[in-house]
Antibody, heavy 117, light 108 residues
Framework: EVQLVQSGAEVKKPGESLSISCKGS????????INWVRQVPGKGLEWMGR????????NYSPAFQGHVTISADKSITTVYLHWSSLKASDSAMYYCTTAHPGGFDYWGQGSLVTVSS | EIVLTQSPATLSLSPGETATLSCRASQSIDYYLAWYQQKPGQAPRLVIYEASKRAPGIPARFSGSGSGTAFTLTITSLEPEDFAVYYCQQRTIRPPLTFGGGTKVEIK
């Protein structure tokens, strides 16, 4: 069974750093890109970027470039989303997702990040 | 960056009616468009990929059409579980893989 399991909810202060994770299982982890998607409560979906776990090629959305870092550790089939200095506006649900051929699309359960002083 | 514009923002319909949702791209994306359904408190669920292909497990009342810059998601004979927010996403090889703003299908 293909699964993406994300790390739990986080509460942080502005200026703090944070990494959240997404662990893939049940498939060949290096075969498919993994995307990160943000959803501010009550708002729409925003594509943040993606990583190819086989060689760590990364594409960022211009809206998020320079504010987050995406990385992967294929040895433990995990990708990360990292902030070095959080802002209140980073408060949101974050999803990892991967698309496989034939319309098979998998999403993590989401990681809720709350940034508040 | 490819911009996707969804309309209408909200669609108020009764069970049994047909929903027609639109997604327009700012430039041609061939058939590389996906539609997602999202219910409150849940992750999005892929409904249609490559403009017209139903994802596994999606009922036949869902259909997608279009190519280039204009796309449509049609849900015939709405069931109570179909009331949700629907998003389109461009899935070409050209990032960013932007989403549309969403259409909420609500019970009238």
């Amino acid at each position: 069974e293909v699964q993406l399991v994300q790390s739990g909810a986080e509460v942080k202060k502005p200026g703090e750093s944070l990494s959240i994770s997404c662990k893939g299982s049940g498939y060949s982890f290096t075969d498919y890109w993994i995307n990160w998607v943000r959803q501010v409560p009550g708002k729409g979906l925003e594509w943040m970027g993606r990583i190819d776990p086989s060689d760590s090629r990364i594409n960022y959305s211009p809206a998020f470039q320079g504010h987050v870092t995406i990385s992967a550790d294929k040895s433990i089939t995990t990708v990360y989303l990292h902030w070095s200095s959080l802002k209140a506006s980073d408060s949101a649900m974050y999803y990892c997702t991967t698309a496989h051929p034939g319309g098979f699309d998998y999403w993590g359960q989401g990681s809720l990040v709350t940034v508040s002083s | 960056e490819i911009v996707l514009t969804q309309s209408p923002a909200t669609l108020s319909l009764s069970p049994g009616e047909t929903a027609t949702l639109s997604c327009r791209a700012s430039q041609s994306i061939d058939y590389y468009l996906a539609w997602y359904q999202q219910k409150p408190g849940q992750a999005p669920r892929l409904v249609i990929y490559e403009a017209s292909k139903r994802a596994p497990g999606i009922p036949a009342r869902f259909s997608g059409s279009g190519s280039g810059t204009a796309f449509t998601l049609t849900i015939t004979s709405l069931e109570p579980e179909d009331f949700a927010v629907y998003y389109c996403q461009q899935r070409t090889i050209r990032p960013p893989l932007t989403f549309g703003g969403g259409t909420k299908v609500e019970i009238k």
